[in-house]
C-alpha cells in the first residue's frame, strides 16, 4: 500500500511539473506478478537501464496511460489503445532508446519464450508457435531524434503517429526498427524521422533510418518521412510488400544534400498501388537544394538510390511517382548535380504504369546510370507509363528479360539531352542517352524519344521480332545534333514490321542497322529515316508454332497448332 501511494504521488508531481519521479525498477513496479494483461492506465516513468520483463503476458497501455522516458520492455504481446501518446522520451538534450519484444513460447513449452522456430527446435521444444507474441499500437509515439524498436513473433499492426525527428541540439532523425519475425507487418502510423537543424553550422542534419522486416507481408498505408538527406527507408518481406503511401528519403529543402535510398525487397510480389483514400503514392528519394551566394545561385544535391525489387511479380500503379531527380541547380556559378538511380527487379513481370524520373537539372548535370528494369520473364511500360532521365547529359534507359519473355513499350521514355543556354563556341548544349531492350518479342505503341542540342546517344533492341504499332515511334532525331547522330541498332533473330502510322527516325547524319533472320526481310510499311542497312543473318530462330509466320524450322504456319489441315501441331507440312 505504501508503495502504491508514493507512486501515485510521483505521478501527480511528474503530471504537475514540479518534479520528475524516479522511474519503475522492475515489471512487479507496473502490475502485480499475475495480472495478465497488465492494463497501464495512469503515467509510469520508465528508463531503459531498467529492464521491464513480463514474461509471456500481454501489456496494454489503455487511452489514459502513458510510459515517459527511455524503455527495454519484453511481453507476450504489446498494446497500445488509440487516441493518446502512449510513449513520451523525455528530454529534449538526450536522445533515448525504446526497445519492445514481444515473443511466443515454443510448442513443447509455452514457457519458453522465443521468436524464432529455430530457437525452440535448437532446444528440442517443437515450434515457435505458443500463445500471441503480436504487437498493436493504436497511440502515438513521440521522441527526438529517438531510436525505436518493435521486435515480435506474431504480427505487428500500427497506427496513430511515430515521431522521431532531429530537434535542436540534435540535428539528424531518429532511427526506427520494426521486425515480425514469424508474421506480417501492417503500418497505417504516419513516421517522421526528419532531420531537424544542425545549430553549429545553420544547416540541416541527415533524414534517419527506417527498418520494416517481416516472415510474411508488409503493408505501408501511411507515408514515412525521412527528409534531410542520406536518408535510409528499408523494407524487406518474406513474402509481398504493398505500397499505398508516400515514402520520402528526399534531401532537404534549403541544403544541396544527397537523396537517401529507398531499398524494397519483397520475396514475392511488389506492388506500388493507390489506395483510394490517400493521394498518389510518391517515393521520392530527389537531391536537396538551396539558394544562396551571388546572383540568386541555387545549389542543388544529388539523387539518391532506389531498389525495388521482388521475387515475383513488381507492379507500379498508374497513380505512382517514382521520383530519383537531382536538386534544383541553376545560375552564375552553376553547379553539376547528378541524378539519382532506380533499380527495378523481378523474377517474374514487372508492370510499370508510373511515372519514373531519374533527371539531372543544372548546366552540367549527369544523369548517369538512370533507370534499369531486369525481369525473369515480360516487362510492360503501361499507357500511362513515363520514364524519363534526360539532362544536360541524359542517362540510361536498360530493359532485359532473362528469359527472352516479352517486352511491351506503351508509355513514353524520355532520353533527350535538356537544353541549355549557349556556351563555349556558341553552340546550345545538352546530350541524350542510350537505350537499351533485350528480351524476346518486342512491341511498341508508344514514344521512345532521343536527341538533343549536341548531340544524340544510341540505341539497341536485341530480341526475336520487333512490331512497331501504328502511333509506335522510335525517335533519336531530336534537336540538332551538331555533333552527329547516332546509331539505332536492331538485331532481332525473327521478323522486324514497322506498321503504317509506326516511325523510326534519326537524324540525317545518323544511321539504322537492322539484322534479321535469313530469307524473312523486314516488313517496314511505316516511315524509317534515313533508309536502314539491312544484314541477313543465319542462326538459331524463334520459331511459335500458330502465329501465322513462317519461323525459323517451320515449312508453314496456318495460325493454328490442329493436325490434319495440311500444317500439323509442329508447324511443318503434313
Given at each position: 500500500?505504501?508503495?502504491?501511494?508514493?507512486?501515485?504521488?510521483?505521478?501527480?508531481?511528474?503530471?504537475?511539473?514540479?518534479?520528475?519521479?524516479?522511474?519503475?525498477?522492475?515489471?512487479?513496479?507496473?502490475?502485480?506478478?499475475?495480472?495478465?494483461?497488465?492494463?497501464?492506465?495512469?503515467?509510469?516513468?520508465?528508463?531503459?537501464?531498467?529492464?521491464?520483463?513480463?514474461?509471456?503476458?500481454?501489456?496494454?497501455?489503455?487511452?489514459?496511460?502513458?510510459?515517459?522516458?527511455?524503455?527495454?520492455?519484453s511481453?507476450?504481446?504489446?498494446?497500445?489503445?488509440?487516441?493518446?501518446?502512449?510513449?513520451?522520451?523525455?528530454?529534449?538534450?538526450?536522445?533515448?532508446?525504446v526497445?519492445?519484444?514481444?515473443?511466443?513460447?515454443?510448442?513443447?513449452?509455452?514457457?519458453t519464450?522465443?521468436?524464432?522456430?529455430?530457437?525452440?527446435?535448437?532446444?528440442?521444444?517443437?515450434?515457435?508457435s505458443?500463445?500471441?507474441g503480436?504487437?498493436?499500437?493504436?497511440?502515438?509515439?513521440?521522441?527526438?531524434?529517438?531510436?525505436?524498436?518493435?521486435?515480435?513473433?506474431?504480427?505487428?499492426?500500427?497506427?496513430?503517429?511515430?515521431?522521431?525527428?532531429?530537434?535542436?541540439?540534435?540535428?539528424?532523425?531518429?532511427?526506427?526498427y520494426?521486425?515480425?519475425?514469424?508474421?506480417?507487418?501492417?503500418?497505417?502510423?504516419?513516421?517522421?524521422?526528419n532531420?531537424?537543424?544542425?545549430?553549429?553550422?545553420?544547416?540541416?542534419?541527415?533524414?534517419?533510418?527506417?527498418?520494416?522486416?517481416?516472415?510474411g507481408?508488409?503493408?505501408?498505408?501511411n507515408?514515412?518521412?525521412?527528409t534531410?538527406?542520406?536518408?535510409?527507408?528499408?523494407?524487406?518481406?518474406?513474402?509481398?510488400?504493398?505500397?499505398?503511401?508516400?515514402?520520402?528519403?528526399?534531401?532537404?529543402?534549403?541544403?544541396?544534400?544527397?537523396?537517401?535510398?529507398?531499398d524494397?525487397?519483397?520475396?514475392?510480389?511488389?506492388?506500388?498501388?493507390r489506395?483510394?483514400?490517400?493521394?498518389?503514392?510518391?517515393?521520392?528519394?530527389?537531391?536537396?537544394?538551396k539558394?544562396?551566394?551571388?546572383y540568386?545561385?541555387?545549389?542543388?544535391?544529388?539523387?539518391?538510390?532506389?531498389?525495388?525489387?521482388?521475387?515475383?511479380?513488381?507492379?507500379?500503379?498508374?497513380?505512382?511517382?517514382?521520383?530519383?531527380?537531382?536538386?534544383?541547380?541553376?545560375?552564375?556559378?552553376?553547379?553539376?548535380?547528378?541524378?539519382?538511380?532506380?533499380?527495378?527487379?523481378?523474377?517474374?513481370?514487372?508492370?510499370?504504369?508510373?511515372?519514373?524520373?531519374?533527371?539531372?537539372?543544372?548546366?552540367?548535370?549527369?544523369?548517369?546510370?538512370?533507370?534499369?528494369?531486369?525481369?525473369g520473364?515480360a516487362?510492360?511500360?503501361?499507357?500511362?507509363?513515363?520514364?524519363?532521365?534526360?539532362?544536360?547529359?541524359?542517362?540510361?534507359?536498360?530493359?532485359?528479360s532473362?528469359?527472352?519473355?516479352?517486352?511491351?513499350?506503351d508509355?513514353?521514355?524520355?532520353?533527350?539531352?535538356?537544353?541549355?543556354?549557349?556556351?563555349?563556341?556558341?553552340?546550345?548544349?545538352?546530350?541524350?542517352?542510350n537505350?537499351?531492350?533485350?528480351?524476346?518479342?518486342?512491341?511498341?505503341?508508344?514514344?521512345?524519344?532521343?536527341?538533343?542540342?549536341?548531340?544524340?546517344?544510341?540505341?539497341?533492341?536485341?530480341?526475336?521480332?520487333?512490331?512497331?504499332?501504328?502511333?509506335?515511334?522510335?525517335?533519336?532525331?531530336?534537336?540538332?545534333?551538331?555533333?552527329?547522330?547516332?546509331?539505332?541498332?536492331?538485331?532481332?533473330?525473327?521478323?522486324?514490321?514497322?506498321?503504317?502510322?509506326?516511325?523510326?527516325?534519326?537524324?540525317?547524319?545518323?544511321?539504322?542497322?537492322?539484322?534479321?533472320?535469313?530469307?524473312?526481310?523486314?516488313?517496314?510499311?511505316g516511315?524509317?529515316?534515313?533508309?536502314?542497312?539491312?544484314?541477313?543473318?543465319?542462326?538459331?530462330?524463334?520459331?511459335?508454332?500458330?502465329?501465322?509466320?513462317?519461323?525459323?524450322?517451320?515449312?508453314?504456319?496456318?495460325?493454328?497448332?490442329?493436325?490434319?489441315?495440311?500444317?500439323?501441331?509442329?508447324?511443318?507440312?503434313?
Open positions: 500500500m505504501k508503495k502504491a501511494m508514493l507512486m501515485c504521488l510521483s505521478i501527480v508531481l511528474a503530471r504537475s511539473g514540479a518534479a520528475v519521479a524516479d522511474p519503475v525498477q522492475s515489471a512487479d513496479d507496473v502490475c502485480a506478478p499475475a495480472a495478465d494483461p497488465c492494463v497501464i492506465s495512469t503515467t509510469v516513468e520508465v528508463d531503459s537501464a531498467y529492464p521491464l520483463d513480463f514474461g509471456l503476458r500481454t501489456v496494454r497501455v489503455s487511452f489514459s496511460g502513458e510510459l515517459r522516458g527511455s524503455l527495454d520492455l511481453c507476450g504481446a504489446f498494446e497500445a489503445e488509440p487516441g493518446n501518446t502512449w510513449m513520451t522520451v523525455l528530454s529534449p538534450d538526450i536522445v533515448g532508446d526497445t519492445i519484444t514481444a515473443s511466443r513460447g515454443c510448442s513443447l513449452d509455452a514457457g519464450p522465443c521468436l524464432t522456430d529455430t530457437a525452440c527446435s535448437d532446444l528440442g521444444l517443437g515450434t515457435c505458443a500463445g500471441d503480436g504487437i498493436r499500437i493504436a497511440g502515438d509515439f513521440t521522441g527526438n531524434a529517438s531510436g525505436l524498436m518493435l521486435r515480435a513473433a506474431g504480427d505487428i499492426a500500427l497506427e496513430g503517429k511515430i515521431s522521431a525527428p532531429g530537434k535542436p541540439p540534435v540535428s539528424d532523425g531518429g532511427t526506427i520494426i521486425e515480425s519475425t514469424l508474421g506480417s507487418v501492417e503500418s497505417a502510423s504516419l513516421v517522421d524521422v532531420a531537424g537543424i544542425n545549430d553549429y553550422y545553420g544547416g540541416p542534419g541527415a533524414g534517419g533510418s527506417v527498418t520494416i522486416r517481416a516472415a507481408d508488409v503493408t505501408l498505408r507515408h514515412i518521412y525521412a534531410g538527406g542520406y536518408a535510409q527507408i528499408e523494407v524487406d518481406a518474406g513474402n509481398d510488400i504493398f505500397v499505398l503511401a508516400n515514402i520520402f528519403a528526399q534531401g532537404r529543402y534549403g541544403a544541396d544534400s544527397l537523396g537517401g535510398t529507398i524494397l525487397a519483397a520475396g514475392r510480389d511488389l506492388e506500388i498501388v489506395d483510394p483514400e490517400l493521394s498518389r503514392p510518391v517515393l521520392n528519394m530527389s537531391g536537396g537544394w539558394k544562396g551566394g551571388y540568386g545561385v541555387t545549389y542543388g544535391g544529388p539523387g539518391g538510390y532506389g531498389f525495388l525489387r521482388a521475387g515475383g511479380d513488381l507492379i507500379a500503379g498508374d497513380k505512382a511517382l517514382l521520383w530519383g531527380d537531382s536538386g534544383q541547380s541553376k545560375g552564375a556559378t552553376d553547379t553539376s548535380p547528378l541524378s539519382g538511380d532506380w533499380y527495378f527487379e523481378a523474377g517474374d513481370d514487372i508492370s510499370m504504369d508510373s511515372t519514373v524520373l531519374a533527371r539531372a537539372w543544372g548546366r552540367y548535370g549527369y544523369s548517369l546510370h538512370g533507370v534499369s528494369m531486369d525481369a520473364d516487362i510492360h511500360l503501361g499507357r500511362h507509363g513515363r520514364i524519363s532521365v534526360n539532362g544536360a547529359r541524359s542517362g540510361e534507359v536498360n530493359l532485359f532473362a528469359n527472352e519473355g516479352p517486352i511491351s513499350i508509355g513514353r521514355i524520355n532520353v533527350t539531352g535538356r537544353k541549355i543556354p549557349a556556351t563555349y563556341g556558341g553552340n546550345a548544349y545538352g546530350y541524350g542517352g537505350v537499351s531492350v533485350y528480351g524476346g518479342d518486342i512491341s511498341i505503341a508508344g514514344q521512345i524519344r532521343n536527341g538533343g542540342p549536341e548531340g544524340c546517344g544510341d540505341m539497341s533492341f536485341n530480341g526475336c521480332r520487333l512490331l512497331v504499332k501504328s502511333g509506335g515511334k522510335i525517335d533519336a532525331a531530336v534537336g540538332k545534333q551538331y555533333d552527329g547522330g547516332n546509331s539505332n541498332f536492331f538485331s532481332m533473330r525473327e521478323t522486324v514490321h514497322v506498321e503504317s502510322g509506326g516511325s523510326i527516325r534519326a537524324a540525317a547524319s545518323g544511321f539504322h542497322s537492322i539484322f534479321y533472320r535469313e530469307g524473312n526481310p523486314p516488313v517496314l510499311d516511315l524509317v529515316t534515313p533508309a536502314p542497312s539491312l544484314f541477313p543473318q543465319a542462326g538459331t530462330g524463334c520459331p511459335v508454332c500458330g502465329n501465322n509466320e513462317i519461323d525459323y524450322a517451320e515449312t508453314c504456319d496456318d495460325g493454328n497448332t490442329a493436325a490434319g489441315d495440311g500444317c500439323d501441331g509442329m508447324c511443318l507440312i503434313e
